[in-house]
C-alpha cells in the first residue's frame, strides 16, 4: 500500500481552527448546537461535554483556572474536510508556570465543528497544576 500525499493551500476548516486558537469565543460561530467535547483530562467512565454552552462554559472554567494566562502557543495546524489537527505548547501561569505540548483534535461535518478532543501530554499533572496541587 502506498500512501498518497498532496500539498496544496491550506483547507479552509485549517483557517477556522487558526481563528479559533486566538479566540475560543468564536466557538459560537463554528460549533454545531450538539458538539462534542472530550476533556484532556477524561478517565475511564467519564462522559463528554455535550452541546455548545456547555463546551463554552468548559472552557471558560480551563480560561478562570489558569486566572486568565492561558495561551495556546500553535506550531502546526492541518486539517481536511473531516478532521484537523492542532499541535502546540499550552502555558498558563498557576502558582509557577505550567508549560505542556498538546494536540487539539477536531471532527468537521459541513464545514463546523461536531467534535473535539483535547489531549495534553500529561493530563494528570496538568490537571494537578490548574487545581494547585502540584507536587513540589
Given at each position: 500500500m502506498e500512501a498518497r500525499m498532496t500539498i496544496d493551500t491550506p483547507h479552509p476548516n485549517a483557517e477556522t481552527l487558526r481563528l479559533l486558537y486566538k479566540d475560543f469565543s468564536l466557538l459560537e460561530k463554528y460549533a454545531t448546537e450538539d458538539v462534542k467535547l472530550h476533556?484532556?483530562?477524561?478517565?475511564?467512565?467519564?462522559s463528554p461535554v455535550q452541546g455548545k454552552q456547555a463546551v463554552l462554559r468548559h472552557e471558560r472554567a480551563l480560561l478562570?483556572?489558569?486566572?486568565?494566562?492561558?495561551?495556546?502557543?500553535?506550531?502546526?495546524?492541518?486539517a481536511n474536510e473531516s478532521f484537523g489537527a492542532v499541535l502546540g505548547?499550552?502555558?498558563?501561569?498557576?502558582?509557577?508556570?505550567?508549560?505542556?505540548?498538546?494536540?487539539?483534535?477536531?471532527?468537521?461535518s459541513d464545514g463546523l465543528i461536531t467534535e473535539h478532543w483535547e489531549n495534553a501530554y500529561d493530563a494528570p499533572s496538568l490537571t494537578r497544576a490548574l487545581s494547585g496541587k502540584a507536587s513540589s
Amino acid at each position: 500500500m502506498e500512501a498518497r500525499m498532496t500539498i496544496d493551500t491550506p483547507h479552509p476548516n485549517a483557517e477556522t481552527l487558526r481563528l479559533l486558537y486566538k479566540d475560543f469565543s468564536l466557538l459560537e460561530k463554528y460549533a454545531t448546537e450538539d458538539v462534542k467535547l472530550h476533556p484532556a483530562d477524561r478517565a475511564p467512565g467519564y462522559s463528554p461535554v455535550q452541546g455548545k454552552q456547555a463546551v463554552l462554559r468548559h472552557e471558560r472554567a480551563l480560561l478562570d483556572a489558569t486566572r486568565g494566562t492561558l495561551l495556546m502557543d500553535v506550531e502546526a495546524i492541518h486539517a481536511n474536510e473531516s478532521f484537523g489537527a492542532v499541535l502546540g505548547t499550552l502555558r498558563a501561569s498557576v502558582d509557577g508556570e505550567v508549560a505542556m505540548p498538546f494536540c487539539g483534535l477536531w471532527r468537521f461535518s459541513d464545514g463546523l465543528i461536531t467534535e473535539h478532543w483535547e489531549n495534553a501530554y500529561d493530563a494528570p499533572s496538568l490537571t494537578r497544576a490548574l487545581s494547585g496541587k502540584a507536587s513540589s
